[in-house]
């Protein structure tokens, strides 16, 4: 079985916790796979993504995260589509107005998406992981020199948000790829 088979399989045998919909969250450090999981999962089930880059404000804005991610789901909850502003990291402000429709089952994934205020909406929560140095290729593979000169800052303030947040002793799945 997959990992995206595993996570999807988990999420089923719960009821749905955000009004009918089956919230999973895929939380873990940069570079780790979460984005990858999140479309292996995709893949197998009709879903929406919401990405927390593109709601993180910054480079500084992990601790906002949790705020704004509860702001996006409490219509979602309701049946109704959510909204959320889409930060451009290039810019440095956020550029549009993002609406997110209800589903049956929404992916949440990125740095926050494990957050103890979403616990009680929540039905899977994965935790993803990689070693440190696959986990950096991966992420300056990825943005270049966009993040580059933010890595240490970054990984920092993950590290502030994963211990405050207990999120890998909170998960129901640990994926390490």
Known sequence: ??????????????????????????????????????REVARLTETVTVHTDDLCPGWDGVPELPGILSTLLAPLASGAPGHHPRYDWVLGHPVEDVVVPAAPVVLLEGVGAGSRSLAVVTTTLVWVDADPSVRKERALTRDGDTFADHWDAWAAAEDAYFAAEQVRGRADLVITT
Do not use: N, Y
């Open 1 to 38: 079985m997959t990992a995206a088979e595993q996570v999807l399989e988990h999420a089923w045998a719960q009821e749905p916790s955000l009004g009918g919909t089956r919230l999973i969250c895929f939380d873990g450090p940069s570079g780790a796979g979460k984005s990858t999981l999140a």
